[in-house]
């Protein structure tokens, strides 16, 4: 699981997860597309919005739209006049990144999810952050259960149709064993 879905609920009711293909994980291998996909989540945005918005060069940036455009992941709105009559195209997150399933990262691979987190969190600062822990000693069955359920509380909610007027919130949450 990766991202809601945008503006409206775009998943609808056969939203069905499946497996990401390649080009899919590597476009969601990113913490900077992860982000993108966060600031267009409720809003259409150009290139030059979301690189001020990261604080990255307009140039980088499209490279990352530009990809997510390719693999599904954001979706190009009709083109508007920007306030010096330039042409701009806006951009807004498809929900579908909520849709694939990444599967077991490999050898020494990042988590681009708990990248782009933390970037998040650095921007807005910690004491924004409202966070807790929880230790477990649970039979196999049981972990299984948890994350059945945690799935489903995030899947209930990414159905919703986004508040326009709602305050923007994100949730990250990392699940390990612990070692011996």
Same mark, same amino acid.
Request: aromatic share 4%; glycine share 8%.
């Given at each position: 699981?990766?991202?809601?879905?945008?503006?409206?609920?775009? !998943?609808?009711?056969?939203?069905?997860?499946?497996?990401?293909?390649? +080009? $899919?994980?590597?476009?969601?291998?990113?913490?900077?597309?992860? %982000?993108?996909?966060? !600031?267009?989540?409720?809003?259409?945005?150009?290139?030059?919005?979301?690189?001020? @918005?990261?604080?990255?060069?307009?140039?980088?940036?499209?490279?990352?739209? @530009?990809?997510?455009? #390719?693999?599904?992941?954001?979706?190009?709105?009709?083109?508007?006049?920007?306030? %010096?009559?330039?042409?701009?195209?806006?951009?807004?997150?498809?929900?579908?990144?909520? !849709?694939?399933?990444?599967? #077991? @990262?490999?050898?020494?691979?990042? #988590?681009?999810?708990?990248?782009?987190? !933390?970037?998040?969190? +650095?921007?807005?600062?910690?004491?924004?952050?409202?966070?807790?822990?929880?230790?477990? %000693?649970?039979?196999? #069955?049981?972990?299984?259960?948890?994350?059945?359920?945690? $799935?489903?509380?995030?899947?209930?909610?990414?159905? %919703?149709?986004?508040?326009?007027?709602? $305050? @923007?919130?994100?949730?990250?949450?990392?699940?390990?064993?612990?070692?011996?």
């Amino acid at each position: 699981m990766v991202e809601r879905g945008s503006g409206q609920d775009r !998943l609808g009711p056969a939203g069905q997860r499946r497996p990401a293909t390649d +080009a $899919q994980a590597r476009a969601l291998a990113s913490g900077t597309r992860l %982000r993108i996909l966060r !600031l267009c989540l409720s809003e259409a945005l150009t290139n030059k919005e979301i690189a001020t @918005r990261l604080g990255k060069h307009p140039a980088s940036v499209l490279h990352h739209v @530009r990809t997510l455009v #390719d693999t599904g992941f954001l979706a190009a709105e009709p083109v508007r006049r920007g306030s %010096r009559g330039a042409r701009e195209v806006p951009y807004r997150a498809t929900g579908l990144s909520w !849709l694939v399933e990444l599967g #077991d @990262r490999s050898q020494g691979q990042t #988590d681009a999810l708990l990248e782009a987190f !933390l970037e998040e969190v +650095a921007s807005v600062g910690q004491k924004q952050l409202q966070s807790t822990r929880l230790g477990l %000693r649970l039979p196999t #069955d049981e972990i299984e259960e948890l994350r059945q359920r945690l $799935q489903e509380l995030f899947d209930e909610f990414a159905h %919703r149709p986004i508040d326009p007027e709602g $305050q @923007r919130w994100s949730i990250y949450l990392g699940m390990h064993p612990e070692s011996s």
